[in-house]
């Protein structure tokens, strides 16, 4: 059974830091992309960032968080965290932790992943 488990989210204010992290068990977890992707009340699940099984070095961002966020995964640990910087309050949302064997050109869209961690409040206020 897989597992994706999600923690560090939390209240923050506009410029402070949070880490997240996601603890992922029953899969091979170095054939898998994994990723981040939050959702806001009334919004479409957005995609965050991910790193591809492949290449654990470059990372794929939403335009919106680069030079802020930076996600970075332990294979030996099968842990993948998100490093988030400079919060604003438009990064409030839920934040899910998610697992899939993406081709690039699908790597930023929710339906190619194939599990799903149960998700982990950020709240940025101004």
């Known amino acids: 059974q897989v597992q994706l488990v999600e923690s560090g989210g939390g209240l923050v204010q506009a410029g402070g830091s949070l880490r997240l992290s996601c603890a992922a068990s029953g899969l091979t977890f170095n054939q898998y992309t994994m990723a981040w992707f939050r959702q806001s009340p009334g919004k479409e699940r957005e995609f965050v960032a991910a790193?591809?099984?492949?290449?654990?070095?470059?990372?794929y961002l939403l335009d919106s968080v680069k030079g802020r966020f930076t996600i970075y995964r332990d294979n030996a640990k099968n842990t993948v965290n998100l490093q988030m910087n400079g919060l604003k309050p438009e990064d409030s949302a839920v934040y899910y932790c998610?697992?899939?064997?993406?081709?690039?050109?699908?790597?930023?869209?929710?339906?190619?992943?194939?599990?799903w961690g149960q998700g982990t409040q950020v709240t940025v206020s101004s």
């Open positions: 790193l591809r099984r492949s290449d654990t070095t470059t990372q």
């Open positions: 998610a697992a899939g064997r993406t081709i690039l050109s699908s790597m930023r869209t929710a339906i190619a992943y194939n599990y």
